[in-house]
């Protein structure tokens, strides 16, 4: 087994995290959260906002801090800082900001300069686990950690429930190669329902970073009104895997319009793939679903002869915008 695939089956076992608060005593509880976080350190607050849809959870992918609703009640929020490495630039700006506005923070970290910044103010805040790779490598990719960073958060916000839930869950964690053949090295397009918009957007993310291979996603029925179209004329429709998503507990509307979208661009050459929610609930459908995609990009990485942990576009972007002019 290697490294990359002892990842992808021990990732069940990050939920076994006992996340500690520090400063635990400066933690508000709050009724609404506001996240500011990037790439791989946003995708366990998706998934939590995906499993519990009523949750007033904003989650921020950018420097400062999101423009809040007029008339939103500030001292009921917490804001949380999110950032795997601690390194992050606009993850640093949104905590930073947040704590010159006076606004309750805590912070999620496995350390660097928002680590540090969280104890200098003494805030509250948890560090993730320093892991190691089956390879002595130190550290896992932030994609590779959302456990983690889901139970930590879960944490923050009380929700106590869902971390006992994800602690007794079997997920299904057996390698699977058959999407990743149909995916191959066409360019797949993720259909969802809006329920679902942050599962689609989950492979999408996973695909390109660790299969270094273009993927995009979008929702129904929004889909239904402009993108479905551009495959009318069936000139590019063969570069493309149309990967639909599909859920039981989705609305039967949509699951008409799933089938007939399906049938149309069939018709028109277009290669079509189903992919099944499958779980008892939503907790497990959704980390199943994580699994899945997790088997899949890695095993187009593998097929092409491609580091799966490797993001070496992104270091080297890192690196130029930190050069000076």
Avoid: C
């Avoid at 995906?50 to 999101?66: R, V």
């Avoid at 704590?99 to 910044?117: P, Q």
């Avoid at 993730?128 to 916000?157: C, I, K, N, S, Y």
């Amino acid at each position: 087994m290697t490294a990359f695939e002892k990842l992808i089956t021990d990732f069940p076992k990050q939920f076994a995290f006992e996340p500690r608060v520090e400063n635990a005593e400066r933690l508000v509880k709050a009724k609404s959260f506001v996240l500011g976080g990037m790439g791989g350190s946003h995708l366990a607050a998706d998934l939590i906002k995906t499993a519990e849809p009523t949750l007033d959870l904003i989650i921020h992918k950018n420097y400062d801090l999101p423009i809040l609703p007029v008339g939103a009640n500030l001292t009921e929020k917490l804001f949380i800082a999110v950032s795997y490495s601690g390194n992050t630039e606009e993850t640093l700006d949104f905590a930073e900001q947040a704590l010159v506005k006076k606004f309750a923070l805590a912070v999620i970290s496995k350390g660097g300069k928002l680590i540090a910044f969280a104890q200098k103010n003494n805030l509250p805040h948890i560090i993730l686990p320093e892991a190691r790779l089956a390879d002595g490598q130190v550290g896992l990719p932030p994609r590779m950690a959302t456990g983690f960073v889901m139970t930590a958060l879960l944490r923050l916000m009380g929700m106590e429930k869902q971390i006992s839930e994800l602690k007794t869950t079997n997920f299904s964690i057996a390698p699977d190669k058959k999407t990743a053949e149909i995916i191959g090295n066409k360019i797949p397009l993720f259909y969802a329902s809006e329920q679902n918009e942050a599962i689609a957007r989950f492979w999408k993310i996973i695909i390109n970073e660790t299969a270094k291979q273009p993927a995009f996603a979008n929702i129904f029925p929004e889909l239904n009104h402009n993108e479905m179209t551009s495959f009318s004329n069936g000139d590019r429709t063969g570069d493309f895997v149309f990967v639909f998503i599909k859920d039981e507990s989705d609305n039967q509307r949509i699951i008409k319009r799933m089938t007939v979208t399906k049938q149309m661009l069939a018709e028109l050459g277009g290669n079509v793939s189903e992919i099944n929610l499958n779980g008892d609930n939503r907790w497990e459908k959704i980390i199943n679903s994580a699994i899945l995609a997790h088997w899949t990009a890695y095993n187009i990485a593998r097929a092409k002869n491609l580091d799966p942990l490797a993001t070496p576009m992104i270091e080297k972007f890192k690196d130029l915008i930190k050069a000076k002019p």
